[in-house]
């Protein structure tokens, strides 16, 4: 997840990099939890790229305030 810190009243963008997190970025919808945060996940930001044997899946989001 980046970044790794953000100011207190958040807002931040975050980016989450990762394997298995869904087979569609309709699966991220309610389902993307930052430090216990519930955050909207962003479907622009959302990118599947190839690596190996693994997909890895982007997905921006900003935190449900």
Same mark, same amino acid.
């Given at each position: #997840?980046?970044?790794? !810190? ?7 963008? #975050?980016?989450? /990099?990762? @394997?298995? *997190?869904?087979? !569609?970025?309709?699966?991220? #919808?309610?389902?993307?939890?930052? !430090?216990?945060?519930? =955050? @909207?996940? *962003? ?9 190996? *044997?693994?997909? *890895?899946?982007?997905?921006? =989001? /900003?935190?449900? @305030?």
């Amino acid at each position: #997840v980046t970044p790794v !810190a953000g100011p207190p009243e958040g807002g931040t963008r #975050v980016t989450i /990099y990762g @394997t298995n *997190l869904g087979l !569609a970025f309709s699966d991220m #919808v309610d389902n993307v939890e930052v !430090a216990g945060v519930r =955050c @909207t996940p *962003l479907e622009e930001g959302y990118i599947i790229a190839e690596q190996a *044997l693994d997909k *890895l899946i982007v997905i921006a =989001c /900003y935190p449900v @305030t």
